[in-house]
């Protein structure tokens, strides 16, 4: 059984800078993909990054060159630095750890953190 714990979220105006943490148990981390996902109110969660065991790594477009999502396996932790924030990054933010071969649906999901962007 693994569980996510997530930290990180808040409060910033546009232009500012949060980092997220997602802490993990279980044995599986390090062959296992991190990914973050995000849902706004009104709206499908959306994939926002995701790393794959060997560090490969993946964003979805409204957010490439301002969030960086990496992880540290000793800490069995990933992370979203997110930068240059906007109004619509406002959402509750979900740390996902899956299988390559079962896909994010079918893994193990955090609680969830809001992250509130004011303009």
């Known amino acids: 059984q693994v569980s996510l714990v997530e930290l990180g979220g808040g409060l910033v105006q546009a232009g500012g800078s949060l980092r997220l943490a997602c802490t993990a148990s279980g044995s599986t981390f390090t062959s296992d993909i991190m990914a973050w996902f995000r849902q706004a109110p009104g709206k499908q969660r959306e994939l926002v990054a995701s790393i794959g065991s060997f560090g490969d790594k993946n964003y979805t477009d409204s957010v490439k060159g301002r969030f960086t999502i990496s992880r540290d396996n000793a800490r069995k932790t990933s992370y979203l630095q997110m930068n240059r924030l906007k109004p619509e990054d406002t959402a509750v933010y979900y740390c996902?750890?899956?299988?390559?071969?079962?896909?994010?649906?079918?893994?193990?999901w955090g609680q969830g953190t809001q992250v509130t962007v004011s303009s």
């Open positions: 996902n750890q899956h299988r390559l071969m079962t896909g994010p649906d079918h893994g193990y």
